[in-house]
């Protein structure tokens, strides 16, 4: 009774009021409120009741560990339970007040107690989200978890630098199904240099060397399994593949005209105008938009930022690397004349990759 009256008040009094009044010790005194606290929680939930109520439930919990009158574990396995039995849209709303108190669960009164709790809460909570649907509320958790350990929490590093395999790019590999050198052809007949839409409109196109078609597409494409799994590169037959896509890729960069500065401004009044913003989590492998990503500065910034992190895992020192990972003369020449090839083509800062080198 005393805790559904500090609910309907939300006041913390009726319960300090009535734990000096039972009988036993603090410790039976604990986990009789803690029981309490749980079962008002489990009526709240069957009975439907707004996030508002079963918040002001965990608030109390949190006041009733502060004032010591429950365990210090009670708010998070309220926060479990509540996490585990509401839908998704509702789980957004508590998620909120789990991130808005980030500072309480830091302090020494909650952090030991609750630092598991809430770790499992938030891998639970990712495993019911989808990657692709729900890429905002994922990225939350992980930015919470991130605020809420430090940096030498063992739970967060990749001790044994594993890669995640699982992370395949999809494209289309069946070459009878791909229209871009039909494409070409057609633009080829016409006396096309280049794509529409490429150059400025006081500028004249300038062409390409290497016809975007399909064979380049499934060249470019094909790389992302070498930065995916980094280990391939130490192959003798799988190198020579990496270095022969890998040449052709840079060399389209260099001689593929970017988006001029019109265009790009174009393109922001868009993203502007066209209402809510979309992130797109894994790279769009449509071939339709081949030609417009290799003349989009973004884009191409970012695959010249993983080779170059590509380049520091196979020159650097790395643990768990096998002794058999070595690199030859050739190659380490290689690779250093195409780090400065990105670094002038690209404009990312010297600086990023030594960052990255400290973790």
């Not at 109390?60 to 365990?71: F, H, N, P, Q, S």
């Not at 669960?105 to 809460?121: E, I, P, Q, V």
């Not at 096998?322 to 380490?332: I, K, M, R």
């Not at 195409?338 to 990759?353: F, P």
Request: hydrophobic share 35%; net charge negative.
């Amino acid at each position: 009774n005393s805790t559904r009256d500090a609910l309907i008040n939300k006041n913390i009094k009726p319960l300090l009021s009535t734990f000096s009044q039972l009988a036993g010790s603090e410790n039976e005194k604990k986990c009789t409120l803690d029981q309490a606290f749980r079962v008002i929680l489990e009526e709240e939930i069957i009975t439907r009741a707004s996030c508002e109520n079963v918040l002001a439930i965990i608030s109390l919990a949190i006041g009733g560990v502060t004032e010591g009158i429950c365990t210090a574990s009670t708010p998070f396995v309220l926060l479990g339970d509540v996490l585990d039995c509401l839908p998704l849209d509702q789980c957004d709303t508590i998620f909120t007040f789990v991130e808005k108190n980030v500072a309480t669960w830091k302090s020494n009164t909650f952090y030991s107690a609750g630092k598991n709790y809430l770790l499992r809460m938030c891998n639970d909570l990712l495993r019911r989200l989808s990657k692709s649907q729900n890429t905002v509320f994922c990225g939350r958790i992980q930015l919470f978890l991130a605020r809420l350990f430090p940096l030498s929490e063992k739970s967060g590093l990749n001790l044994q630098s594993q890669f995640n395999l699982e992370n395949v790019t999809v494209f289309n590999t069946n070459e009878q199904e791909s229209t871009l050198g039909q494409k070409h052809i057609e633009d080829r007949d016409e006396g096309m240099e280049v794509e529409e839409g490429e150059m400025g409109d006081d500028e004249a196109p300038t062409s390409c060397s290497i016809p975007i078609d399909y064979n380049l597409y499934r060249k470019f494409w094909s790389l992302q399994d070498y930065f995916r799994n980094p280990v391939q590169c130490y192959e003798k037959i799988s190198w020579k593949t990496f270095l022969k896509y890998s040449e052709e890729v840079l060399a389209v960069f260099k001689s593929y005209k970017l988006d001029d500065t019109q265009a790009s401004r174009k393109k922001l009044e868009e993203l502007k105008t066209g209402g809510e913003h979309v992130y797109f989590a894994k790279f769009l492998t449509s071939e339709k938009l081949m030609d417009l990503q290799l003349s989009d500065s973004n884009f191409r910034r970012h695959i010249l930022l993983q080779y170059l992190i590509l380049f520091q895992y196979l020159k650097g020192q790395v643990k768990f690397k096998s002794s058999n990972y070595v690199l030859t003369d050739e190659q380490s020449l290689w690779i250093e004349d195409t780090t400065k090839s990105v670094y002038q083509v690209s404009s990312v800062k010297t600086s990023v990759i030594k960052n990255l080198e400290i973790w």
